[in-house]
């Protein structure tokens, strides 16, 4: 047996794609171990679909931690290394027309998750973690204790669409909007911006006049449960050269 890549796992939902993965880990398609599964929200499938396959989980309940936070500020501090002025120069998510005490609502609380997540995370001996359907966006304050060498990203996730094309959070829906005859997938690193990060891999397929929006998601869904195992592998590749 080779040597193996140590990848965590992020889900907010069902996990079909944490699926794919558990299984292409399992027939050996991946040259990959996959050390835990964290999730944003307790219950979903995901996290039964790891545990079926022994896979340690955790929960990070964001909703939670925003209400708490929310009904009142002082029973919830900011990570002591936490610079607001820093992760705000540095973050492209938020609109610059945004007033500042929303801005500010966001960081912080997603500081204060990301805190709890990273603490869960380095408990591990991780090489690379995935995004497999993780719905929360993810701040300079997180990425950067993961991104630890300058350049080397160490966050990857799968996106609804071919990028640069519809960015966001419905990429089969704006490109079934638009009118598109191809649609795909695409996998990539991780960056400071939403779905900007370095391109490690797309797939496409072709959609036909009578295509519902369900349709091609259907097809979407397929396509991306060959293409991100196929991204991990090439990260797998690319550790033992």
């Given at each position: 047996?080779?040597?193996?890549?140590k990848?965590?796992?992020l889900?907010?939902?069902?996990?079909?794609?944490?699926?794919?993965?558990?299984?292409?880990?399992?027939?050996?398609?991946?040259d990959?171990?996959?050390?835990?599964?964290?999730s944003?929200?307790?219950?979903?499938?995901?996290?039964?679909?790891?545990?079926?396959?022994?896979?340690e989980?955790?929960?990070?309940?964001?909703s939670?931690?925003?209400?708490?936070?929310?009904?009142?500020?002082?029973e919830?501090?900011?990570?002591?290394?936490?610079d607001?002025?820093?992760?705000?120069?540095?973050?492209?998510?938020?609109?610059?027309?945004?007033?500042?005490?929303?801005?500010?609502?966001?960081?912080?609380t997603?500081?204060?998750?990301?805190?709890?997540?990273?603490?869960?995370?380095?408990?591990?001996?991780?090489?690379?973690?995935?995004?497999?359907?993780?719905?929360?966006?993810?701040?300079?304050?997180?990425?950067?204790?993961?991104?630890?060498?300058?350049?080397?990203?160490?966050?990857?996730n799968?996106?609804p669409?071919?990028?640069p094309?519809?960015?966001?959070?419905?990429?089969?829906g704006?490109?079934?909007?638009?009118?598109?005859?191809?649609?795909?997938?695409?996998?990539?690193?991780?960056?400071?911006?939403?779905d900007?990060?370095?391109i490690?891999?797309?797939?496409?397929?072709?959609?036909?006049?009578?295509?519902?929006?369900?349709m091609i998601?259907?097809?979407?869904?397929?396509?991306?449960?060959?293409?991100?195992p196929?991204?991990?592998q090439?990260?797998?590749?690319?550790?033992f050269?």
């Open positions: 047996m080779g040597r193996k890549i990848i965590g796992t889900i907010s939902g069902g996990g079909t794609n944490l699926q794919a993965i558990i299984d292409s880990c399992a027939n050996g398609s991946i990959a171990t996959i050390l835990f599964t964290g944003d929200n307790p219950g979903v499938k995901g996290l039964e679909r790891a545990a079926k396959a022994n896979i989980t955790f929960v990070v309940d964001y939670k931690i925003i209400q708490a936070y929310k009904n009142n500020p002082n919830l501090n900011v990570p002591d290394d936490f607001l002025d820093e992760i705000a120069s540095k973050q492209k998510l938020i609109p610059e027309n945004t007033p500042l005490e929303k801005r500010d609502f966001f960081l912080k997603r500081a204060i998750a990301e805190k709890q997540l990273l603490d869960r995370i380095n408990s591990y001996d991780m090489d690379l973690l995935v995004l497999a359907g993780y719905m929360r966006v993810l701040t300079p304050y997180f990425i950067d204790r993961i991104n630890v060498i300058p350049n080397q990203y160490r966050i990857m799968i996106h669409a071919i990028l094309a519809f960015p966001g959070t419905d990429g089969y704006d490109t079934f909007r638009y009118g598109c005859k191809v649609g795909g997938c695409t996998v990539h690193f991780i960056d400071y911006g939403e900007t990060g370095p490690i891999g797309q797939k496409a397929f072709e959609i036909d006049d009578n295509d519902t929006l369900d998601k259907n097809k979407g869904l397929e396509k991306e449960w060959q293409l991100y196929l991204c991990i090439k990260i797998a590749d690319s550790f050269k």
